[in-house]
């Protein structure tokens, strides 16, 4: 079982809608979590940063963390042509070990 | 203040040969990561660096060794390269081991033949 499990897509939404993107991992130990954005050929650029469970906002973009669930969510409103990217969820037990990353999702949002 | 860079941004080698790839910390941090991102995969960590110190490694075969300088740039160095050695090198530079946060660079896209 991988650590962390994270649909590919494709998802493709229109401009201005909400979206949703998600991650579930086995290890409970993880209480760092990362989302990052990468464009193609890029390297990745952190969006947002969270400790353990709750909701983070940054703009546009909303952090959720469901340590119970072992379930966290980004989403996405007033999408953007410029949203369209690959999304990648990160995670660790600590900040001193390594980050165990998602296969990432494809975003496309039509103008 | 200057983000992490990364050089070179593409190379080619021959299996069997050696690489080495470089990257410069943003300013003020101290630690470094290095992650192999294959192509349609998220990244796989690879080693990280403190103070000059490796802190952690991952499941890569020892022909994978690095190093950080004093001025907390790193290196990246791959011996005997095989095919699957084909991928992205990401450098990631943290403020300290205490803050998670991974800033990363653009990359080097290394391709074995």
């Known amino acids: 079982q991988k650590e962390v499990e994270q649909d590919p897509g494709p998802l493709s939404v229109p401009e201005g809608a909400i979206v949703s993107l998600n991650c579930t991992y086995s290890?409970?130990?993880?209480?760092?979590f990362m989302w990052y954005r990468q464009y193609s050929r890029k390297g990745p650029e952190l969006l947002m940063y969270t400790y353990s469970s709750g909701n983070k906002e940054d703009g546009r973009f909303t952090a959720q963390v469901d340590k119970s669930s072992k379930y966290i969510s980004l989403f996405i409103r007033d999408s953007q042509p410029s949203d369209s990217a690959t999304y990648l969820c990160a995670m660790s037990a600590n900040t001193g070990n390594q980050f165990y990353f998602g296969t990432g999702t494809s975003l496309t949002v039509i103008p | 203040e200057t983000g992490v860079t990364q050089s070179p941004t593409h190379l080619i080698k021959t299996r069997g040969q050696q690489v080495t790839l470089r990257c410069s910390s943003q300013s003020g941090h101290n630690t470094v990561s290095w992650y192999q991102q294959a192509l349609g995969q998220g990244p796989q960590f690879i080693f990280q660096y403190y103070r000059e110190e490796e802190n952690g490694r991952g499941n890569f075969p020892p022909r994978f060794s690095g190093l950080q300088f004093p001025n907390y740039s790193s290196e990246l160095n791959v011996n005997a390269l095989e095919l699957d050695d084909s991928a992205l090198y990401l450098c990631?530079?943290?403020?300290?081991?205490?803050?998670?946060?991974?800033?990363f660079g653009e990359g080097s896209r290394l391709t074995v033949l």
């Open positions: 990631a530079s943290s403020l300290d081991l205490n803050t998670g946060e991974l800033f």
């Open positions: 290890n409970s130990a993880f209480q760092y």
